[in-house]
């Protein structure tokens, strides 16, 4: 495996072949048969040069109509069958294709969804969106129509070849030397296409990323007029993009050139050795026409492979990167095994740092007990976030430790963590489907009733209830648009099916208004009563809920204790109190 700053690995050239050969085995019986026909069909395709050449023959031995007549009937029937065969071929193959691509997307939605979310973070969406399709569609077309096609080419070159072999060994021989010039342009093309695709997926993946977090923080750019920037670092992306488009295309303007210049020499290198051969007896007129036939019908399939082998250079490239995910990181094998103790949440001399910027924890230490509700609180760039991302284990400490049950969260299997601990966040995602659909994926043996229930308990069963369908109306593209506020209502109706152990809030109610946001908030804590519930709390009213109140500055945990005590002792948290609070009574 090999692998770029930022990006997720790409697969060698061992790893390709192995995964080749394993989807080859899965579907066996499919591949046996497509090569099957292709033979037949290339078997088919031998008779027209082989019949033309005993016309010749016995045109020139005075025989009648009748005989040549009989031939051409050979040849048309023959024709038939290689057309009829090849069609069939080509059928199987595509089915054979189809069903690998399907095993192949299957197979890379599973990885990303079994990946760390830090793993997800760090690579960035533009990677494994470019992964996940511009890859993979060239990994399907390869599938569905290259592969099927160089099976049928390759079959027909092979017999080809050994027709001319069989008519005269060194008239054979000549025509094989006469594409030396097609072996050494192959060779040096190969020796560069493979990094060249590499080197260009790598460029699509960047452009993809800056687009999509573009896209995605478009508000905090337009807010600090970030704009310039973003077309300056778009404009780098672009241009690498094109250096390395370039560079596969002239790797292409050089090779096919060659090839194409190449074609000619074994027609007329074999038509020249067989004229000499002939004038002395060596070979019969027929052979010589029937070999530079054979040799006029090779270049159509060994043009067709040369074109695939270009397409399978970025093929190979796109399924290396599609495979790499196979060595992506995963959760700890020791660690995976470990089951939590319980619920107790320990987080002892906790530091952490951006690859990219400066210390945001510096030295944590608390403890959240079984059921407990915490409301995290501090102004803007405290270090609550980051917090709450280790307390979930989207990313592991620079040091210091982050435990559930005496186990490091972060070293938890992605199944086992997605039931131990939630974060939930202002940022959400509709899925394309019913509302049903969205709901089912915290939890696919919910009957009706609890769907209804997780609604109610969010206060998103009143909207759902007024839609056309009810739970089966389709959200997203071609269906209901959903606003923010529904969005995070669905998202979080899935926590309350999902039931996890602990459920971390930051921002998850951010947007909706403060009284249905409150009741929002208590309405989780009462369905999700018992289990532990830890709020980045922007609101302070959610501080005032809560059993206890963890108060962050500059990345330290600076108070702890209940609403009452931090605002009777006058520290940071009752100051952040006082002004909160005037703030609302002034707005009431």
């Known amino acids: 495996m090999t692998t770029g700053e930022g990006l997720l690995p790409v697969a060698d050239r061992a790893g390709v072949r192995r995964a080749t050969v394993r989807l080859v085995r899965a579907d066996g019986r499919a591949f046996a048969a497509t090569l099957v026909l292709n033979a037949l069909a290339a078997v088919a395709g031998l008779a027209g040069p082989w019949l033309v050449g005993r016309i010749v023959d016995e045109v020139r031995a005075g025989h009648g109509a009748g005989a040549v007549d009989r031939l051409a009937l050979w040849i048309l029937l023959c024709s038939l069958a290689q057309l009829l065969l090849a069609r069939w071929a080509r059928y199987v193959g595509h089915r054979f294709g189809e069903r690998t691509l399907a095993r192949v997307r299957e197979r890379y939605v599973g990885r990303v969804l079994a990946l760390p979310a830090s793993t ?30 160089l099976l049928v080419c390759t079959a027909q070159a092979l017999f080809v070849l050994g027709a001319v072999f069989a008519l005269d060994p060194l008239l054979g021989l000549f025509g094989v030397l006469c594409l030396t010039p097609i072996w050494l342009a192959l060779r040096w093309y190969l020796r560069r296409a493979r990094d060249g695709y590499l080197a260009e997926g790598a460029a699509t993946s960047e452009v993809a990323e800056i687009v999509a977090s573009t896209a995605a923080g478009a508000r905090t750019v337009e807010a600090f007029r970030l704009h310039e920037r973003r077309i300056a670092a778009s404009r780098d992306a672009l241009e690498k993009s094109r250096r390395t488009r370039f560079y596969t295309l002239r790797l292409r303007t050089v090779f096919f050139p060659a090839v194409d210049v190449t074609y000619t020499l074994p027609v007329a290198g074999v038509l020249l050795l067989g004229g000499w051969l002939h004038e002395r007896g060596a070979v019969g007129l027929g052979a010589v026409v029937a070999a530079a036939l054979y040799l006029r ?27 790499g995910l ?59 976030t980051t917090l709450s991302r280790l307390l979930a284990g989207v990313d592991a400490p620079g040091s210091g430790t982050v435990t559930v049950g005496g186990v490091p969260v972060a070293g938890l299997e992605p199944e086992r963590l997605r039931r131990q601990v939630v974060l939930v966040t202002q940022e959400h995602h509709v899925f394309l489907g019913t509302v049903r659909e969205n709901l089912l994926i915290a939890e696919p043996a919910a009957d009706d009733q609890a769907l209804w229930s997780a609604l109610a308990a969010v206060g998103a069963d009143g909207w759902v209830r007024e839609l056309p369908d009810g739970l089966d109306t389709r959200l997203g593209t071609g269906g209901l648009a959903t606003d923010g506020s529904q969005a995070q209502q669905l998202a979080l109706a899935r926590v309350v099916l999902a039931g996890p152990h602990t459920l971390i809030l930051d921002e998850a109610t951010a947007l909706l208004d403060p009284a249905t946001a409150r009741h929002t908030e208590r309405a989780l804590a009462a369905v999700l009563h018992g289990r532990t519930v830890i709020a980045i709390a922007h609101r302070l009213h959610t501080a005032h809920d809560a059993d206890r109140v963890a108060v962050m500055e500059d990345g330290r945990l600076t108070e702890l204790g209940k609403h009452q005590e931090l605002v009777a002792a006058g520290g940071a948290y009752a100051a952040l109190w006082r002004t909160w609070h005037g703030g609302q009574t002034e707005q009431a």
């Open 326 to 384: 196979a060595g992506a990181p995963r959760a700890e094998a020791g660690a995976a095994r470990s089951e939590p103790a319980d619920d107790r949440i320990d987080v002892r001399g906790v530091r952490y740092a951006y690859e990219r910027g400066g210390e945001v924890l510096r030295g944590v230490d608390l403890t959240v007990r079984p059921g407990e509700r915490l409301a995290v609180v501090g102004p803007s760039g405290a270090g609550k």
């Open 120 to 149: 997800v973070e760090r690579a960035g969406t533009g990677d494994l969106t470019a992964r996940g399709t511009a890859d993979v569609a060239t990994v399907g077309s390869t599938l569905r129509d290259v592969g099927p096609e």
């Open 297 to 323: 019908q090779f270049t159509e399939p060994l043009d067709q492979i040369l074109m695939r082998v270009e397409q399978l250079q970025s093929s190979s490239a796109s399924f290396a990167r599609v495979e």
